[in-house]
């Protein structure tokens, strides 16, 4: 790379010339900068805008069903005999439940053994019974011990598992033990098959019988395989505890007015987030983008839509919701309360709708739905636009730089070409003064 000192010939400051030049034929790439700062800008915040619109649509989307508003309580008079919960799909009333017998799984446990790794059985074949299905499991030399025998039942999967237990007896402490997996897997282990061996063959005793569940709901009995009830009482699920015919206990459903709340002011909020943004972007070069007054005015409509086809409310501001100036909501919670202890239902119709009409919820869901979608909803449609006008800038913008690069060498070569010229001229110059200083005087004596 060549070293250029500028302005030796002519004094001047070549270099900061060509820096102040290049300056003033840069601003429109400066513009285009500018330009480009913008648009990413503008998407950065349809960007923000889009994640506060699913925000809210999942808001939404969790209050447009009478069930997912529904949010009903569940108090027991004991925690002994049984654990319930309530879904939003419980039905609301009182209900008298005694745990008859809880299930359980047959249970059966082979004779004691001195060691549960040696191969002290004989080989052949174990005939395993399972719900009156007969399989022949084989044991061979590979797996003739207490582990290996436990080990083959549980690989053949038949509904039954087994396991090695320590009863610590002097000796002997090492059983096998067999389980049904549920109440109606009765089985039979029979170990006749396999001969050769030097300890006897595992002979199983009973220790559980397997039998349902029994329970006693309002004086109906309930059976069931296992100690999960859900199914007896729509949305409720009973978790049975512990067996005793003679206790009852008392299970209340009713409706949780402050859960509902929760719900309803979680809706608010999502929905407050997304009109104070658009407030806030007013300041930017964006803020009065169609889209952000679209948005607003649409969500707006919908708030103040009025609802028919039944219940007593038809519209938001009758259970308190107030909208404020700058377009967020507040809620009267006096006005709300009063409205889900009096009028609970025609609350959650006028959110999820009454007489497969569409609720104030849904409208809002569907709006959000077609407005975040994935393929032509805002943020996408603007992301589309704004990386169209990128490459489009950027294109521009290196052409300039490419046409500028080649201005610049132009630049430089001038004022070289000149700083040669100025040069030779001065030496020229010079030469001249010379000439002149070596010439005899006009008019001098000549000796």
Request: hydrophobic share 35%; net charge negative.
């Amino acid at each position: 790379m060549s070293i250029t000192f500028g302005g030796l010939a002519t004094g001047m400051d070549t270099e900061s010339i060509i820096s102040e030049l290049m300056k003033i034929e840069r601003f429109p790439i400066d513009r285009l900068e500018k330009d480009q700062a913008y648009y990413n800008n503008r998407l950065n915040a349809f960007s923000e805008l889009d994640g506060k619109l699913k925000g809210f649509l999942a808001k939404a989307e969790a209050i447009d069903t009478r069930l997912e508003l529904n949010s009903p309580t569940l108090k027991s008079s004991s925690e002994e005999f049984v654990a319930a919960t309530a879904d939003s799909n419980s039905q609301l009333g009182s209900y008298q439940l005694t745990v008859i017998d809880l299930a359980q799984q047959q249970k059966d446990v082979s004779q004691g053994y001195a060691d549960k790794t040696a191969a002290t059985f004989g080989t052949g074949t174990l005939d395993l019974t399972v719900a009156g299905a007969s399989t022949s499991l084989t044991i061979d030399a590979t797996n003739n011990s207490l582990e290996g025998i436990s080990k083959a039942i549980n690989d053949a999967d038949l509904g039954v598992s087994a396991a090695i237990i320590n009863d610590g007896t002097a000796g002997s402490p090492y059983r096998l033990v067999l389980t049904g997996e549920n109440v109606s897997n009765a089985f039979s282990l029979d170990a006749s098959g396999l001969s050769g061996g030097t300890d006897d063959n595992p002979t199983m005793s009973n220790t559980q019988t397997a039998h349902q569940a029994h329970i006693l709901l309002d004086g109906i009995d309930i059976y069931s395989d296992s100690n999960t009830v859900n199914s007896a009482v729509p949305g409720l699920s009973f978790e049975l505890l512990k067996a005793d015919s003679q206790a009852t206990t008392t299970l209340n459903v009713s409706v949780d007015n402050e859960a509902t709340t929760g719900k309803i002011k979680d809706f608010v909020s999502a929905y407050n987030e997304i009109i104070t943004f658009i407030a806030d972007q007013k300041e930017s070069g964006w803020g009065n983008d169609s889209a952000f007054r679209s948005v607003k005015s649409h969500l707006q409509n919908i708030l103040a839509d009025q609802q028919s086809g039944g219940g007593v409310f038809t519209s938001l501001s009758q259970i308190g919701f107030e909208t404020q100036r700058d377009g967020t909501i507040s809620l009267n919670n006096t006005k709300l309360s009063s409205a889900l202890t009096d009028e609970y239902d025609s609350v959650l119709g006028l959110f999820s709708g009454v007489d497969g009409g569409e609720g104030i919820s849904t409208k809002f869901a569907t709006y959000l739905e077609n407005l975040t979608d994935s393929v032509d909803g805002l943020y996408v449609g603007r992301k589309e636009t704004t990386e169209k006008n990128s490459r489009r800038i950027d294109q521009q913008i290196s052409n300039m730089e490419a046409r500028l690069e080649q201005k610049e060498k132009t630049l430089r070569a001038q004022f070289s070409a000149m700083e040669n010229l100025v040069s030779g001229l001065n030496a020229q110059g010079g030469y001249l003064l010379q000439q002149l200083a070596s010439m005899p005087s006009l008019g001098g004596s000549s000796q």
